[in-house]
């Protein structure tokens, strides 16, 4: 399987792109906010010939979400996601104010493709094995492909670090509790791709994450 990183609006949101061999793809959080950025990620996956088969996120904070009504306008794909996190879609314009961008009722998607705790994505040859971890928001999802030994964590676990347990509906505890039942159990070395910042590894949280000792 083959992945691709884009950095996308002044938040610095990692969208991922994961495909292999048979063309098929999946998009997990289509952060892209200016269109330059709209265009880097569409002439990617023309370029490379593949067919979006999921739209997924691993949660609906606004910096999330600003490439899904793009995507979705584009290819024949509508956004799923933890219906947990449908709440946040309502006051996204007052999120964007609060940190500084002109709220735009455009970029607010719609949420009406649930999907949840041991549910399984494919795409080509590949599954990807979802895991509900509440805490940075209730809805937080995590992708894993086992087969790849790949965890795409989005804002649960960064190198280092974790999500904000600050935001509406965050749980520390939670959280906490989430990483190490269901993340840090995984292979040592299963490659955490989180949704901010470089990639890690599980057993290097295990070993130098200060909030998981």
């Known amino acids: 399987?083959?992945?691709?990183?884009?950095e996308f609006n002044p938040i610095a949101v990692n969208t991922y792109v994961l495909?292999?061999?048979?063309?098929?793809?999946?998009?997990?959080?289509?952060?892209?906010?200016?269109?330059?950025?709209?265009?880097e990620l569409l002439?990617?996956?023309?370029?490379?010939?593949?067919?979006?088969?999921?739209?997924?996120?691993?949660?609906?904070?606004?910096?999330?979400?600003?490439?899904?009504?793009f995507?979705?306008?584009q290819f024949d794909?509508?956004?799923k996601a933890h219906k947990a996190d449908k709440f946040l879609l309502a006051n996204m314009e007052q999120q964007m104010a609060m940190f500084g961008f002109p709220a735009n009722g455009?970029?607010?998607p719609t949420l009406t493709n649930y999907i949840d705790e041991n549910d399984i994505i494919e795409f080509g040859n590949q599954k990807l094995t979802i895991m509900h971890v509440p805490g940075h928001s209730?809805?937080?999802?995590?992708?894993?492909?086992?087969?790849?030994?790949v965890v795409v964590s989005g804002d649960v676990l960064f190198n280092g670090s974790i999500g904000r347990t600050d935001l509406p509906q965050g749980d520390h505890n939670s959280l906490i509790d989430g990483i190490k039942r269901?993340?840090?159990?995984?292979?040592?070395?299963?490659?955490?791709?989180?949704g901010h910042g470089p990639a890690t590894s599980v057993e290097g949280e295990k070993r130098i994450n200060p909030f998981l000792q």
């Open 1 to 6: 399987m083959n992945i691709k990183i884009f």
């Open 19 to 39: 495909y292999d061999e048979t063309g098929e793809c999946v998009i997990i959080d289509a952060a892209c906010f200016f269109p330059n950025e709209q265009q």
């Open 77 to 79: 794909v509508k956004m």
């Open 182 to 194: 269901k993340i840090l159990t995984l292979p040592d070395n299963t490659v955490v791709y989180p």
């Open 106 to 108: 455009d970029y607010i």
């Open 43 to 69: 002439k990617f996956i023309n370029e490379k010939k593949l067919v979006v088969k999921h739209l997924l996120n691993t949660h609906l904070h606004f910096d999330h979400v600003f490439g899904v009504n």
């Open 71 to 73: 995507i979705e306008a």
């Open 138 to 149: 209730p809805g937080s999802l995590v992708f894993y492909n086992k087969q790849e030994g």
